[in-house]
């Protein structure tokens, strides 16, 4: 089944202890993402790669970090959480460059204490 | 600077009738408009898209319109049936000369359709 998995669906944490959220596809998509949804402010892009290798920032980049070694993973990072990224995160992949539909994961449900 | 809005965040409709969705956007560079529907617990999936080169699309019980001098979208549901009930997501995107593939989404509408 074409789909994009991401891990842990909830994790709780205290402030400064480093988490990485794993996002993984296995549709051979060239992009992938990472969104944050917060209530009235719909879903925000935090960070994004065309491919391996190639990661770029969003709209909401602060806090975090990605890495792209290998086209079906793009793992979230967050080195310092603090309870400002208490959020609901999804992980989202498309086939190319331009207009194309993403693809998302169930959610990342992350309280920071 | 919320460059796609959704106005309404909820809208009731009764089973059977017509649902429509309302999205405005400011960005004149965006050529490329999708909605995508939320259910709780999981993540959003794609419903229907449109290019700016059309003015409306359909697929099934979906149509979405788009009105580029007004800078705004909209998205029916005809008819409404209970599983339609949702959050609504619209999203654009600037497609190639926007680079990225960056969909900016809106902040979405709660669609309750009731019996």
């Known amino acids: 089944e074409a789909q994009v998995t991401q891990n842990p669906r909830y994790l709780i944490t205290v402030t400064g202890k480093k988490l990485t959220v794993t996002c993984s596809q296995n549709?051979?998509?060239?992009?992938m993402s990472w969104y944050r949804q917060d209530p009235g402010l719909g879903l925000r892009q935090i960070y994004y790669?065309?491919?391996?290798?190639?990661?770029d920032k969003g709209d909401v980049p602060e806090g975090y970090k990605v890495s792209r070694k290998e086209k079906r993973n793009f793992p979230l990072i967050l080195e310092s959480p603090s309870p400002n990224q208490t959020s609901l995160y999804f992980c989202?992949?498309?086939?190319?460059?331009?207009?194309?539909?993403?693809?998302f994961g169930n959610g990342t449900r992350l309280t920071v204490t | 600077d919320q460059q796609v809005k959704q106005n309404s965040p909820s809208l009731s409709v009764q089973e059977g009738r017509i649902s429509i969705l309302n999205c405005d956007y400011t960005?004149?560079?965006?050529?490329?408009f999708l909605w995508y529907k939320k259910y709780p617990a999981e993540g959003p999936t794609f419903l229907i898209s449109?290019?700016?080169?059309?003015d409306k699309n359909e697929d099934g019980r979906f149509t979405v319109f788009l009105n580029k001098s007004a800078k705004h979208l909209s998205l029916h549901i005809v008819p409404s049936q209970p599983g339609d009930s949702a959050v609504y997501f619209c999203?654009?995107?600037?497609?190639?000369?926007?680079?990225?593939?960056?969909?900016?989404f809106g902040t979405g509408t709660q669609l309750k359709v009731e019996l």
């Open positions: 960005n004149s560079m965006f050529d490329y």
């Open positions: 999203a654009a995107s600037a497609g190639l000369t926007g680079g990225g593939n960056k969909l900016t």
């Open positions: 989202a992949s498309s086939l190319y460059l331009g207009n194309s539909p993403l693809h």
């Open positions: 790669s065309m491919n391996v290798e190639v990661t």
């Open positions: 549709m051979n998509h060239e992009y």
């Open positions: 449109i290019s700016s080169i059309k």
